[in-house]
């Protein structure tokens, strides 16, 4: 069963110019069009160091559907509980910069409600056999609601990041059920109502130290792009990791990919600061490239413990 992931899937449209983007003028460029969503790009880097995840989720009842679960099967990834239903995925449509930036977007969000059917049917066989639980914390709450429920029953650890932090500052009870809580250093300043835009990493760090101690948030990490990442916890380990140098071509899939990594360290053996350098390595490696996912990778490489 591996680490189960719980999320969406998307279908991601992107454009890039080939000269100097011109803002509100005609730029001439590429279109790709690829499998994104957060829960379904997460899924795949964990399945990229080979340990065999679970996704739970929803794709198109097409052959675009279709496409989706047959490429994460050929990735090894457990695709039983994900199911084909009109409107199961979203549509992102984005335009990036000559710096690897999204300029303007548009998204289509896909119907969320199947999936807490698939919790209430075959819930206590996934989270049984599962080794962890990674999920959105701001999807729909009732999806939320029955994931820290069955996470409880079996004693499972959930690992959560987020979309829309406007959603999340209303779900602090689940926040402080979650082993590992990522975002970045916007989303923590929405969720600790202050403004980190001028802070640097040491000072993130300090703070985020304080911070999750009154939050009583177990364990935090705040990405912050080019700077690298912060993390503390409730005992009072705190640090920075700084991030590698790369040619950066396309930013998008990046935190999910460094959420993977966290996901994967702490559930295979690795501390805070160790789970960080995972997920540095493998957002470094997608931000080289337009794919929204990490190259293949395996769990050795990083001293991962299998359960």
């Known amino acids: 069963m591996g680490i189960v992931v719980i999320g969406d899937v998307f279908i991601d449209i992107k454009g890039y110019s080939i ?14 069009q690829i499998h994104g969503g957060v829960g379904r790009n997460v899924v795949e880097d964990i399945a990229n160091l080979e340990l065999k995840p679970t996704f739970v989720g929803l794709v198109d009842d097409d052959a675009m559907g279709e496409e989706v679960i047959r490429k994460l099967n050929r990735h090894k ?16 449509l984005a335009i ?7 300029v303007a977007s548009v998204s289509k ?6 999936v807490q059917y698939i919790l209430e049917e075959k819930g206590d066989e996934i989270f049984k056999a599962a080794d962890s639980i990674a999920i959105e914390i701001d999807t729909a709450r009732e999806i939320v609601k029955k994931t820290f429920a069955l996470a409880e029953k079996y004693q499972k650890k959930v690992y959560a990041m987020v979309s829309n932090m406007s959603i999340a500052v209303e779900r602090r009870d689940f926040l402080r059920k979650t082993e590992c809580f990522v975002c970045n250093e916007q989303e923590a300043g929405i969720l600790f109502s202050e403004d980190y835009s ?36 409730q005992e009072g380990n705190y640090g920075v990791r700084l991030p590698m140098k790369v040619d950066v071509v396309d930013t998008t899939g990046a935190g999910d990919a460094f959420f993977a990594g966290v996901c994967a360290g702490l ?23 337009s794919e929204n996912i990490c190259p293949r990778f395996m769990p050795e490489e990083f001293g991962l413990i299998l359960k």
């Open 19 to 32: 000269a100097s983007y011109i803002p509100q003028g005609k730029n001439v460029g590429t279109i790709a």
């Open 77 to 92: 990834v457990d695709t039983r509980y994900m199911k084909k239903l009109p409107n199961g995925m979203g549509t992102w």
């Open 96 to 102: 990036f910069d000559n710096n690897g930036d999204v």
């Open 109 to 114: 969000r896909p119907d969320h409600d199947p």
């Open 198 to 233: 001028e802070t640097t990493p040491e000072q993130m760090a300090e703070l985020l130290a304080e911070r999750v101690k009154t939050a009583r948030i177990p364990k935090m990490i705040v990405t912050m792009g080019e700077q690298g990442a912060v993390y503390a916890d």
């Open 267 to 289: 559930t295979y053996g690795k501390n805070l600061e160790e789970a960080c350098a995972i997920g540095t390595r493998l957002s470094s490696a997608v931000i080289c490239t």
